[in-house]
């Protein structure tokens, strides 16, 4: 099993992830962020917390609306390394560790974000749990993670790197470990179901306040078959959450 931080950490999956970063009219860019950037909306004078923060563009941007601090955390020393120079605002921190076992300071935060991070962590309840300790009173949680149906197929044996226009979903409801194909490698993602991820907010201490799945808007597009393409499947879930008053 490869864990994210150790896929990310590999010379070539680093190299060839921030090419494909770099392809006109790729689904993190197109799709994904700005959906992100409308469920976050307004951060004025928020202390955000950015688990996952990868190479700090979306910590640099978060600083330009506003935010009063910014604190990435990312476990992958390449990426921290990247965001450390992409970040340069006296608010910020990024920090180099596992976010599943960081000691989070109590009651600090106004917003915590991620983007496509939580499909790598194994135990979210544990996880759930340590941030809901982490938030203000009335903080929410915004993130984003690989849509179930892709986590539901194990690719590890589809070695596809190829543009694709049809997606399998397999196993379904056998949730857990995938070891997938991906850029070349394998790498270990977590599949869960919508009613997993529901269930673990409840369990959690979480309500649910917004859903959304990535359906593609047209103007995001520069090209018009790619755009009909990603009307095929979902490719990710957003998910908005606030905390539950304590019983």
Same mark, same amino acid.
């Given at each position: 099993?490869?864990?994210?931080?150790?896929?990310?950490?590999?010379?070539?999956?680093?190299?060839?992830?921030?090419? $494909?970063?770099?392809?006109?009219?790729?689904?993190?860019?197109?799709?994904?962020?700005?959906?992100?950037?409308?469920? #976050?909306?307004?951060?004025?004078?928020?202390?955000?917390?950015?688990?996952?923060?990868?190479?700090?563009?979306?910590? =640099?941007?978060?600083?330009?609306?506003?935010?009063? &601090?910014?604190?990435?955390?990312?476990?992958?020393?390449?990426?921290? =390394? $990247?965001?450390?120079?992409? /970040?340069?605002? @006296?608010?910020?921190?990024?920090? !180099?560790?596992?976010?599943?076992?960081?000691?989070?300071?109590?009651?600090?935060?106004?917003?915590?974000?991620? $983007?496509?991070?939580? !499909?790598?962590?194994? +135990?979210? =309840?544990?996880?759930?749990?340590?941030?809901?300790?982490?938030?203000?009173?009335?903080?929410? /949680?915004?993130?984003?993670?690989?849509? @179930? #149906?892709?986590? *539901?197929?194990?690719?590890?044996?589809?070695?596809?790197?190829?543009?694709?226009?049809?997606?399998? %979903?397999?196993?379904?409801?056998? &949730?857990?470990?995938?070891? #997938?194909?991906?850029?070349?490698?394998? %790498?270990?993602?977590? !599949?869960? &179901? /919508?009613?997993?991820?529901?269930?673990?907010?409840?369990?959690?201490?979480?309500?649910?306040?917004?859903? $959304?799945? *990535?359906?593609? *808007?047209?103007?995001?597009?520069? +090209? @018009?078959? =790619?755009?009909?393409?990603?009307? +095929? %499947?979902?490719?990710?879930?957003?998910?908005?959450?606030?905390?539950? @008053?304590?019983?």
């Amino acid at each position: 099993m490869v864990s994210g931080p150790q896929f990310f950490d590999d010379d070539d999956i680093f190299e060839s992830y921030w090419a $494909r970063r770099k392809r006109q009219d790729n689904p993190n860019d197109t799709i994904e962020k700005p959906i992100m950037l409308e469920l #976050v909306d307004n951060v004025k004078y928020m202390n955000v917390l950015d688990l996952g923060c990868g190479g700090g563009d979306f910590g =640099e941007l978060l600083l330009s609306m506003g935010c009063q &601090t910014y604190t990435g955390i990312d476990a992958s020393s390449k990426m921290i =390394e $990247r965001a450390g120079k992409t /970040i340069s605002s @006296p608010q910020a921190t990024v920090i !180099h560790s596992d976010i599943a076992t960081y000691d989070y300071v109590p009651q600090q935060y106004h917003l915590i974000v991620s $983007r496509l991070t939580l !499909h790598y962590v194994e +135990n979210l =309840e544990n996880l759930f749990i340590r941030l809901r300790s982490a938030l203000k009173q009335d903080g929410k /949680i915004i993130f984003s993670v690989e849509h @179930p #149906v892709l986590t *539901s197929n194990n690719m590890a044996t589809e070695k596809l790197d190829t543009f694709r226009d049809v997606w399998t %979903v397999k196993d379904y409801f056998q &949730t857990g470990a995938r070891d #997938v194909w991906w850029m070349g490698k394998q %790498v270990t993602k977590y !599949h869960r &179901t /919508i009613e997993d991820y529901f269930k673990l907010f409840s369990d959690t201490g979480f309500q649910l306040v917004n859903l $959304r799945e *990535s359906k593609p *808007s047209p103007q995001n597009f520069s +090209n @018009p078959h =790619e755009y009909e393409r990603r009307l +095929n %499947v979902p490719l990710f879930l957003f998910f908005v959450l606030k905390t539950t @008053p304590n019983k």
